[in-house]
């Protein structure tokens, strides 16, 4: 089978799944590929599953394992965990080397250096969306919110190339904006992350009642100061007060505060997380910039503890 997409979803869990669905819907041609035999031959067989926010329905959808049975696309969304982006870069150099493009919606730092260690840098935009998407099962996932998605080039400014495929993603239905500092945007949710996901994932708590517990509301606090501090050495003009705020809106019960980290759920399915692209990607910056770290250190250290016990 040789198959020729618009958008290829490179992680179909369930933030990539959302995706997909979502720009199938706009009008676009997607492809889902995930390594995950099970939740791909579900949807296969009798799709995509999807509950939540716009109400449930099933969406008719291609999903694949190997990557090589795509002959051409325009967009590669990058959706997959961070610690298997090396591989699945290496997987689609075929459609890279035609000119499509790869954009990181992944948490966590570095994704993109990685991605364009195999695809070269000229291939690779930079994204970050707060939308809230969980796989509740094979070929099952829980849609929660439509919130807006950023892009851009990773060395500043705002291209064409980048205002047109916002453009095209919007259009789809994925509300998208080009952006001058990729970097900036990346970092923001960065703050946020690594302020609940960890944290999240050692109770087992929504990130809306863990902000509620005063110990653990102090300690989501104090590894986001750690946090802004490295950023803030790095020149970034990161504001405290947005930081908060933003903070405050991914904890508000009724929404995404409802949904647990991605981290929490690899940990609870026995699955090695993005800790280190969140947590241990900081951890590295503040120590060349001499800034302490103990807070992000500890959570670091705790759940590569708890992902020991996975063998």
Known sequence: MSLKADVVVIGAGGMGALFGSILQAGGLKVVLQDPNLEHVEVIQRDGLQIKGFGG?????????????????????LFQCKGNASREAAQRVRHLTSQGAVCISFQNGLGNEEVISEEVGPKNVLGGLTAMAGFMTGPGQIHDFSRVPSYIGEMEGGISERSKLMAEKLS????????????????WKKLLGNISMSALSGLTNLKVAPLMVIPELRAVSFQAMEEALSVGLALGLPLERDAVIKGMEMISQPEGTGDNKSSLCVDLLNRRRSEVDFIYGKVIEIGESKGIPTPTLKTLHALVKGVESHFG
């Open 171 to 186: 259009k789809a239905g994925l509300e998208t904006y080009a952006v001058p500092n990729i970097q900036l945007e990346i």
């Open 56 to 76: 449930d329905r099933k969406v008719q959808i291609t999903a694949i394992i190997d990557p090589g049975q795509i002959q051409s696309a325009d967009l590669l």
